[in-house]
Structure formats: structure tokens, C-alpha cells
């Protein structure tokens, strides 16, 4: 069987004829990937992500960024801020957050 790569067009002499053994083959094994590939990927991702909150652990954060980084609204960092339930440091008006110190907070609440 000729190996296609992702930007090459099958054609129509390379498809096996519907109900044939070859036919039945690939259609179970296009069913195996698509239900394992989604959980790979997942998982590819999950471990990317890790890996990035593990890069440069003390980096300074905006609120924005700190907002995206626990997935909350500015609003709600700002109320958990007022209300101390979250760490961060004031720099004049803005208020700095540390990844290191978000990831400690997360996995403790």
C-alpha cells in the first residue's frame, strides 16, 4: 500500500473498493486512531503545559495573565485580591503576581 503524507490528495485508484478486506481494514483502523488520538493529544498537551508552568517559575505575571493562568476573570482576581485569598505583591497601583506562587495556591485550594 503506497504511504500518503497529510498534503497529498488520495485518488481514486489508491482507495480500497467498498467491502473488500483491505476496505474493512482501513476503515478499523481509522476507527482505533481517531478514539486513541484524542486522549494522546491530551495527554501531549497536559505534559506541554506542565512543562511551561515549570519554565521560568518566578516570572512575574500581569493580572491578565494571572487571570488566564488559574482560568478566572480580572473581577474575581480582583475580589480575590482585596479579600486575600490569593497571593500577590503591589507594585505601585498594579498588583504583580508570581507563576510559582499561583501554581502553590492552586494545588493547595
Known sequence: MKKLFPNQAKSTSDLPVE???????QQAVEKALMNVSEPLLESVVDRIIA???TE???EPLT???AAELIHKKKQTIY???SSGKI???KNGNHN???RSELVEWLKAN
Open 79 to 81: 475580589s480575590y485580591c
Open 63 to 65: 493580572i491578565d495573565q
Open 96 to 98: 504583580i503576581f508570581f
Open 19 to 25: 467491502g473488500s478486506f483491505d476496505y474493512f481494514i
Open 87 to 89: 497571593p500577590f505583591h
Open 51 to 53: 512543562r511551561k508552568m
Open 56 to 58: 521560568n517559575k518566578d
